[in-house]
């Protein structure tokens, strides 16, 4: 899956120091009012492909501690399904 730029998008990440770009890209994320931190990905046919063989989606977080966090799709209105 590879993040992608979308409206309402007011932060941008970018990778660790020393960190390659094959290693991690820059994350373009939206920080809401009350705190959260929303990004957006879009999978390829691959990951399509592998989610419809019953495949689980995996997350992977840079950080010192691991946040809360979920994962959600949403309409083309913006609103979580």
Not at 38 to 50: G, L, Q, R
Not at 54 to 68: D, E, Q, T
Request: hydrophobic share 30%; with cysteine; charged share 25%.
């Amino acid at each position: 899956m590879m993040p992608i730029d979308f409206e309402g998008a007011n932060i941008t990440f970018t990778k660790p120091e020393g960190w390659t770009d094959e290693q991690c890209s820059e994350l373009r994320v939206m920080r809401t009012e009350d705190g959260r931190y929303v990004s957006v990905w879009k999978p390829n046919v691959e990951d399509i492909k592998a989610i419809n063989e019953g495949r689980p989606i995996c997350l992977s977080i840079f950080s010192n501690s691991h946040p809360p966090v979920s994962l959600f799709t949403y309409n083309e209105l913006g609103e979580h399904n």
